[in-house]
């Protein structure tokens, strides 16, 4: 049995946990919310509550104690934190300032056990750090970075912090692309609704199933790996007008409606426009030799919406 930890148990990490979970691992998860602690602890999941940011550090033989547990070292630390802004921190320290609380916690007296030679890092960024790219490039692990969305500047800065601070024997860095998956169908309604959708029809998405993305972060969990960056992508990208237009075709809908953007509105449209590039997936998908569950969007939508079609799609 491994004992696994995981920072910012949202979407993914309790994705990830169920399969750890499921393997006979013990799971912890660190959450600021209480009501989220009572749910992961119905899961299975070992709630630890504590933000982050701001709140003082949790002493690890009262939070066992009160668990009725013990562990030795973790063999896995996910921190998949959200990439969302905060109020009054700047973009680059919203992971940053985590991850040196966390270091700081993981380092005191009454937790230092808890981190050893063996505990693999895995932090979850997010391939908007390349930026900008020629409409339609193929971008790789080796691509410029140059992050401009705050969620994107975060990121980049926790990948550089993780790469500073813990062994290259120990960290491994994920760049996912959109994530999509139950209850994460975006633009459904608006296809719905005939809401003209203000995206390039003739931009690229680039997407990956929160099951395969999961199954990838246990896979790599697991494993010894080459590289410490890997992009994670199902390798099959999609020029938005077919995404959405397969959307309205499941839903029985009319064709999607396309508007260029309203003046006052071109500054997102632009950022939007920059993400207009293809991810390659090469070298996950080499060194692991996964077998997609999804291996492009048309599964992964069919199963998501094919079977009913009046069900909610998305929390939005």
């Known amino acids: 049995m491994a004992v696994r930890l995981i920072v910012g148990c949202g979407y993914v990490g309790s994705q990830v946990a169920s399969k750890w979970l499921l393997n006979g691992d013990s799971v912890f998860a660190i959450t600021r919310s209480n009501d989220r602690a009572a749910h992961l602890r119905q899961l299975g999941i070992q709630p630890i509550v504590w933000d982050w940011l701001n709140g003082p550090l949790p002493i690890l033989a009262e939070t066992l104690h009160s668990l009725g547990q ?115 169908v975006p633009r459904w309604q608006s296809i719905r609704d005939q809401v003209p959708l203000q995206v390039d029809p003739e931009s690229y998405l680039n997407l990956i199933h929160v099951e395969d993305l999961a199954t990838s972060i246990v896979k790599v969990s697991n494993k010894r790996m080459e590289s410490t960056l890997y992009c994670v992508s199902d390798g099959a990208p999609v020029r938005r007008r077919d995404y959405y237009e397969f959307i309205a075709k499941l839903g029985g809908w009319p064709p999607p409606v396309f508007e260029a953007a309203r003046p006052k509105e071109l500054g997102e449209a632009s950022l939007r426009s920059d993400g207009n590039k293809r991810v390659r997936n090469h070298r996950l998908q080499t060194e692991l030799g996964i077998e997609w569950e999804f291996p492009s969007y048309r599964e992964g939508l069919t199963a998501l919406l094919g079977e009913r079609r009046d069900r909610t799609y998305d929390n939005s």
């Open 70 to 184: 013990h562990i030795n070292a973790f063999a896995t630390i996910l921190i998949a934190v959200s990439h969302a802004s905060q109020p009054d921190i700047p973009y680059a320290e919203t992971h940053t300032r985590g991850l040196y609380n966390l270091d700081r916690l993981l380092k005191s007296e009454s937790w230092e056990q808890t981190v050893g030679n063996e505990t693999k890092w895995i932090y979850l960024s997010t391939t908007g750090v390349f930026g900008a790219a020629t409409p339609g490039d193929w971008v790789n692990e080796e691509s410029k970075v140059a992050p401009e969305r705050p969620g994107s500047i975060a990121a980049w800065a926790g990948e550089q912090w993780i790469a500073s601070h813990i062994p290259s024997d120990q960290r491994i860095s994920l760049r996912p692309v959109g994530i999509y998956g139950p209850g994460r």
